[in-house]
């Protein structure tokens, strides 16, 4: 599978979404994207059904934290330290949904092991939990809360959230590859009491873990995005 790669920087979160969507229309049999950007300000993206009273929209305004929907499902993300990445396929690739789910995880995977081997132990989540449930609960507000079937995890803890919605017969899927620890100050932000956001962040403590925890360094951006480039390209290549 051929894809072109885009790093397109820093931006604002409409600006991000609408660049997502607008490769979806881009999208055509033999052309595929893969694209890797960042936040500027850092930004809260919503679930396509999520309700946007979840969030203190108020206190974001204030702390210039732009609220953005997303176009795939799930539940808040809040994108600080760092980098997402979109890829758009049309189906006739031969792969299903949950396939390219699979292997897109599996692609970015390869590239975190260019960027450090002492990334290598990630692995692929095997259960499937039930989100319906969880979604009715206040751990139900913050998407990294929780690990999808085959989205990436070290240590047993959520490293790369991931969403994917079909569009048409183009299938687009972007996630959150979590760098630094500030996406934990998303509970700054649930309109939820003070012993629920307790609940979250405790799950989040539990449940998430970021590049530089595992390496106990800063990430070098520049590097992890050639990183990523580099090990996701040559993942598909072989395909």
Excluded at 23 to 37: A, E
Aim: hydrophobic share 35%.
């Amino acid at each position: 599978m051929n894809f072109t790669f885009i790093d397109s920087g820093e931006a604002a979160g409409k600006v991000n979404m609408d660049f997502d969507l607008e490769l979806t229309r881009k999208c055509s049999p033999g052309i595929s994207f893969f694209r890797l950007y960042r936040w500027q300000p850092y930004c809260i993206s919503l679930g396509a059904n999520q309700k946007a009273e979840e969030i203190n929209s108020e206190k974001a305004q204030n702390d210039n934290i732009h609220i953005v929907k997303r176009p795939t499902g799930g539940r808040a993300v809040f994108h600080s330290e760092e980098i997402t990445y979109s890829v758009v396929v049309h189906l006739d690739c031969g792969f299903s949904p949950s396939q390219i789910y699979k292997e897109i995880n599996n692609a970015l995977k390869k590239g975190l092991s260019v960027y450090d081997n002492r990334l290598d132990v990630a692995e692929l989540e095997n259960i499937q939990p039930d989100f319906s449930a969880i979604y009715k609960t206040p751990l139900g507000t913050a998407c990294f809360a929780t690990s999808a079937k085959s989205e990436l995890k070290l240590e047993g803890k959520k490293l790369i959230g991931s969403a994917q919605r079909k569009i048409g017969n183009v299938i687009l899927q972007h996630g959150s590859i979590l760098c630094g620890t500030y996406h934990k100050r998303i509970i700054d932000y649930l309109n939820l009491d003070n012993q629920q956001k307790q609940l979250v962040l405790n799950d989040l403590e539990k449940k998430t873990i970021e590049i530089e925890t595992v390496l106990n360094e800063k990430v070098d951006y520049s590097k992890l995005g050639i990183s990523l480039k580099e090990g996701f390209l040559s993942y598909f290549d072989k395909l």
